[in-house]
């Protein structure tokens, strides 16, 4: 009789919609009855449970047999308590994936193929490290699981596997050094004394799908003549035939993610209201049960997290990697306020004026500072300079030191930054600081000669390498936090809900995408691969997770909620609800009930918003530009909002160029070789524009590197210019001046005596008896087109006309204006205004009505339409999109 016949299986009926209690009375009575019937003594049998959760519930069950209780564990609670873990030492696996991956560097420096991957490919190098850790990690976990015998013979078929198959060529590479990584491994795992231990009985429950250490570790006592016993609770959906569920199951579908987390959200609230608790809320969409636990925190629910979050994600760990960037060589300012801004610089805040950090920021924004290098301590003011100093002279202290050190040093470094800063002692109050300070080795130090150690002394690394570090290792541990008590909902797995006490389950995201795409596994091994290893495959995920989802049905009541659609596209129900579904229609119970809403329904009368409208009797400012007027004339809510207001966006400190950067640099570059060419005739064209655009690339501090797609574009427009405007002075044309300022009073009204029109003219060009303004356009010559087409319509030459009639009258010069079109394709098009002078007359009239009515107290509604909604600032203040317009 082989190991696996001496192990006596039982199964355990699934009792849909029973709760865990009636379950685990059930269980223990099997237990006990198996017990006495082979003469078994209790006490001194072991019990094997999936987790720990389910340790008090079986043993509070246990009390009801009379008998003494046997020792109730799960394997790694019992060969925890039989004995530590070893540590690991030098380059062993130590199953931290922050230190493997530096592990696993050593390991394959000197390798050829290695190095070359390095340097001709960082971060393909970075992540052929991370695939190695994964791989060797999921190897010598398996192996652990195997148990003494099972392992020895493990690693030489997973040699003959691997050579014989698997990935080619690099994968092969990484995936033989990570399972020779793995195998090297002398270390003896604390789960190898399970199996000498010689309890009177085994009994093994099993729930949610096989566990390979616990299979083995039975397979080897029945081999030794213990008696074994194999509580097998799972179920295979189809045969859900045979015992139907009841109608406490219901399923909701939604419309789009924020209606599920509201309908989520009323579910759990009508279960707490009867008194249905506790309420499990599984977490298969993490950013959805978010949203949900929001809205249950607002009703003041008490609540549980034991998934927990990435420590990457927690503020404590945002503010430290803050620091960290606000200290690098390239830092931008922005980084360097975020850090100001953060609680770790908070007793930096403290020595300074309450506002320095916002003077420091406006003064940023006015200089247009993007880089943290390029800000000039000499041009800073009052407690803007004292804050920027102090903030330079406390980071230094990152900054010192050679260019590559080793990660102890780097450690050693920021630990005296963060007390220097007050911030290690703030970082020790909070639950996330206090795990951010361990997981970084900041306040605890590595066992000597331990694999940790090694990698702390031995990896040297640059400033961007140790962010990077410091980073992945955050993103690598799990931040959960501390339970509170008298809990009503508790956010669990979906396999850590099963056979537990919840009087309730809602599982939000039962869809094809949420619930039934399982985890891939190492891409180092491949599923025919892993299959052959015997690791866990897709196919062996998909059974794990249907068992686990079987187990809900247990609960009293189990909601299922969905959405129809992924933003456009139609979203499918799991499969999991399609087989539950099959095995109900196959026992006659039907489809799965229809989810009833709870919440309360409530009539509203209907309060239509219509247009908005405002008026500024007597405000209109001092001076207004050529765009202000256009605001006008395209919104007049607008204007109200952009120059009655005086409301202004400020712009982001961001070092990314846009095409607004590169016009404003054409404009200075063609400015200054007007000038210079002025100056100095008879110069070489071609090479006096060329020398004019780097002189303003380097005055604006814009990189040469960032700002290469846009010097080719100048390269291409330079022989088209410079043709141009060899034609354009063949025409008689010359030029007179560029980026000048003028401002004029043209009104006749008496309101608006003391109201300027100002402006900046690109450029002026003169010949006999003529004066033409040229404006320089970057943008769409279609456009520009189509605008002339109505010369009405142009506000921008019709006021550039006004602020220069009077200067052309003097010089008896007759007036044009025309835009200059610099980045067409087919070339740079001179696109005239026609009679510029007459439309100017008429803008002017027409705008001085408008402004002697705005100046009156007349009415600026929200007239905008198309171009001037879709960019306009101020849109949220007119709130457009919730007029309503006709009748009910």
């Known amino acids: 009789m082989t190991a696996e016949q001496q192990i006596e299986t039982q199964h355990l009926p699934l009792g849909l919609g029973d709760g865990a209690r009636p379950f685990w009375d059930a269980a223990v009575q099997r237990m006990a009855a198996w017990m006495q019937a ?24 246990w009390r009801s047999t009379g008998l003494w209780q046997p020792r109730m564990e799960t394997t790694h609670s019992l060969a925890s308590a039989l004995g530590p873990s070893p540590l690991s030492q030098g380059l062993q696996i130590s199953f931290d994936a922050a230190i493997d991956v530096l592990n696993a ?266 880089q943290a290098g390029a800000v000039q301590l000499a041009h800073l003011k009052g407690s803007a300079a004292f804050l920027w100093q102090d903030a330079q002279e406390q980071i230094a202290l990152l900054r010192a030191g050679p260019a590559l050190r080793s990660l102890e040093t780097w450690l050693k470094q920021l630990r005296l930054l963060l007390e220097r800063l007050g911030g290690l002692a703030w970082l020790g109050e909070q639950a996330a600081g206090r795990q951010l300070l361990l997981a970084l080795w900041l306040q605890r130090e590595p066992w000597p000669d331990s694999a940790h150690q090694l990698a702390l002394q031995s990896t040297l690394l640059g400033s961007a390498d140790f962010v990077q570090w410091v980073n992945e290792t955050l993103e690598a541990q799990q931040f959960v936090p501390e339970l509170p008590t008298d809990l009503q909902v508790l956010v669990t797995p979906l396999a850590r809900a099963m056979l537990r006490p919840f009087a309730a389950i809602v599982l939000p995201g039962a869809d094809a995408q949420t619930l039934g795409q399982v985890a ?89 918003m219509h247009m908005a409208q405002a008026n500024a009797p007597g405000q209109l400012p001092r001076a207004l530009s050529a765009s202000a007027l256009d605001a006008l004339r395209n919104c007049p809510y607008q204007f109200f909002g952009l120059q009655l207001l005086g409301l202004r966006e400020d712009e982001e400190l961001t070092e990314e160029l846009d095409k607004r950067d590169y016009g404003n640099w054409l404009h200075a570059v063609l400015h200054r070789f007007h000038e ?59 030029y007179e001046a560029g980026e000048q300022s003028r401002h004029c009073q043209p009104w006749t009204h008496p309101a608006l005596r003391e109201l300027r029109l100002q402006g900046r003219l690109d450029r002026l060009d003169d010949q006999p008896g003529r004066r033409l303004l040229l404006d320089y356009k970057t943008g769409s010559t279609e456009s520009i087109k189509d605008k002339l087409k109505r010369p009405l319509e142009d506000t921008q030459l019709a006021v550039y006309a006004l602020l220069s009639a009077e200067e052309a009258a003097q010089a008896g010069a007759a007036l044009e ?45 929200a007239l905008g339409e198309g171009r001037a909604c879709a960019l306009c600032p101020v849109r949220g203040l007119c709130r457009k999109d919730d007029w309503w317009e006709g009748t009910l």
């Open 38 to 61: 082979r003469g078994v003594q209790s006490r001194d049998a072991v019990v094997l449970l999936p987790f720990a959760q389910h340790l008090a519930s079986a043993r509070r069950a």
């Open 105 to 370: 560097r050593q390991l394959l420096a000197g390798q050829s193929w290695a190095e070359a991957l390095c340097e001709q490919d960082p971060r393909a190098w970075r992540l052929a490290l991370q695939h190695l850790v994964e791989a060797a990690q999921a190897l010598a976990r398996h192996a652990q699981a195997l148990g003494p015998q099972g392992r020895q013979a493990f690693w030489p078929h997973a040699r003959q596997a691997l050579q014989q198959g698997g990935p080619a060529d690099l994968e092969r590479a990484l995936a033989l050094v990570a399972l020779e990584w793995a195998a090297s491994d002398s270390r003896v795992p604390a789960t190898d004394a399970l199996f000498s231990l010689r309890p009177s009985a085994w009994v093994l429950m099993r729930a949610g799908g096989v566990d390979p250490l616990s299979d083995a570790l039975l397979a080897d006592a029945a081999a030794q003549g213990i008696p074994c016993l194999l509580l097998d609770a799972d179920c295979v959906l189809e045969q859900l035939a045979l015992d139907p569920p009841p109608a406490r199951l219901q399923e909701a579908r939604c419309e789009d993610p924020e209606s599920l987390a509201q309908c989520t959200a009323a579910t759990v609230l009508e279960h707490i209201r009867r008194q249905e608790l506790p309420v499990a809320l599984i977490a298969q969409d993490r950013v959805l049960v978010r949203r949900v636990r929001a809205l249950l925190e607002r009703q003041s629910v008490r609540l549980g997290d034991e998934t927990g979050w990435t420590l990457a994600t927690t503020p404590e760990a945002a503010q430290l990697m803050a620091l960290l960037r606000a200290a690098q060589p390239r830092a931008s300012v922005d980084e360097l306020l975020q850090w100001l801004k953060s609680d770790l610089a908070r007793d930096l805040r403290e020595r300074q004026a309450a506002d320095a950090v916002d003077q420091l920021e406006s003064q940023c924004r006015r200089l247009g500072w993007v």
């Open 520 to 608: 891939a596994g190492p891409v180092l091994l491949p599923e025919a691969l892993a299959r052959q290893l015997g690791l866990p495959d897709q196919a062996g995920r998909r059974a794990q997770l249907a068992a686990g989802f079987v187990q809900l049905l247990r609960a009293p009541h189990l909601t299922l909620l969905r959405c129809d659609r992924a933003g456009s596209e139609p979203l499918a129900r799991s499969p999991l609800l399609e087989r539950l579904e099959a095995a109900r229609e196959q026992a006659g119970a039907g489809a799965i009930p229809a989810w009833q809403d709870p919440r309360p329904q409530r009539a509203l009368t209907a309060r239509p």
């Open 676 to 734: 210079q060419r002025k100056a100095q005739p008879g110069s070489d064209a071609a090479q006096a524009l060329a020398d004019a655009a780097e002189q303003e690339r380097q005055r604006m501090g814009l990189s040469e590197a960032e700002f290469l797609p846009y010097l080719a574009s100048f390269r291409r427009l330079l022989p088209r210019y410079l043709a141009w405007l060899q034609a354009h002075e063949s025409a008689g044309w010359h």
């Open 817 to 861: 204006a025309a835009y200059l079109m610099l980045d067409d394709s087919k070339g740079l098009q001179l696109l005239p205004h026609p009679e510029v002078q007459h439309s100017a007359e008429l803008a002017r009239q027409g705008l001085e009505q408008d402004l002697a009515a705005v100046q009156a107290g007349a009415a600026l509604p």
